[in-house]
């Protein structure tokens, strides 16, 4: 296991359509994070799992957004109807559940919405 | 590589000089503490990190100092190298993880 990995890398599709992402994380790792940046700005937390529960949604997270985690292992993040405002890097990461344990990044899916 | 937005913070350095980056975080009651270094395209890598029961900690050429009074972290970077170029981000970890604005570090050889 060499560290959180994300597909895909890049995606482009058109406004309307729906987009699944996935991430796996660090084997072991029963913490999972969703992130979206835009251009300059810092990651912006939208939701994590413990698990299989999910824990957390930030208000980011619109009813057009779903993330599930149902194994406890991978996770997938959906954008239905995307619009071109969802055009983003789509991160993930993954930690152990304690609040002190270092947390990883995967490459992310860079999302363009035309 | 792709271009950053203009409004994020930066520091200009030269090559062999020391940098220090600064951060202010918000939840007084944080208690871990996490240093990422972002280069273009590529997800945040992480670099340091800092429980609240410590001001400081240091490993390679990298220092993070804690001030809890003020709600203050500082990163500190020896010796600064061009491959230390990127935008460096901290991030508060509670049960989430909340990140600050970033700043952009450029080394000038």
């Known amino acids: 296991d060499t560290g959180v990995s994300q597909d895909p890398r890049h995606k482009i599709t058109k406004r309307g359509q729906n987009v699944t992402f996935r991430c796996d994380p660090i084997?072991?790792?029963?913490?999972l994070y969703w992130y979206r940046q835009t251009l300059g700005q810092g990651p912006e937390f939208l939701t994590y799992?413990?698990?299989?529960?999910?824990?957390?949604k930030s208000r980011l997270l619109s009813d057009r957004f779903s993330a599930e985690r149902p194994k406890g292992s991978f996770s997938t993040l959906e954008i239905q109807r995307t619009e071109q405002g969802d055009s983003a890097m789509y991160l993930c990461?993954?930690?152990?559940?304690?609040?002190?344990?270092?947390?990883?990044f995967g490459q992310g899916t860079r999302l363009t919405v035309v | 590589g792709e271009s950053v937005g203009l409004h994020l913070p930066t520091l200009s350095v030269q090559e062999g000089d020391n940098s220090i980056i600064n951060c202010a975080y918000s939840?007084?009651?944080?208690?871990?503490f996490i240093w990422y270094k972002q280069e273009s395209g590529k997800g945040p890598q992480f670099i340091i990190d800092?429980?609240?029961?410590?001001d400081k900690r240091q490993g390679q050429r990298v220092t993070v100092l804690l001030n809890k009074t003020v709600k203050h972290l500082s990163l500190q970077i020896a010796a600064t190298q061009p491959g230390d170029s990127a935008v460096y981000f901290c991030?508060?970890?509670?049960?989430?993880?909340?990140f600050g604005a970033g700043t952009r570090l450029t080394v000038k050889p």
């Open positions: 084997s072991e790792h029963n913490r």
């Open positions: 800092i429980r609240s029961n410590m």
């Open positions: 990461a993954s930690s152990f559940s304690a609040t002190n344990t270092e947390a990883f």
């Open positions: 991030a508060e970890k509670n049960n989430d993880m909340r």
């Open positions: 939840n007084s009651a944080s208690d871990y």
């Open positions: 799992f413990q698990n299989e529960a999910q824990l957390e």
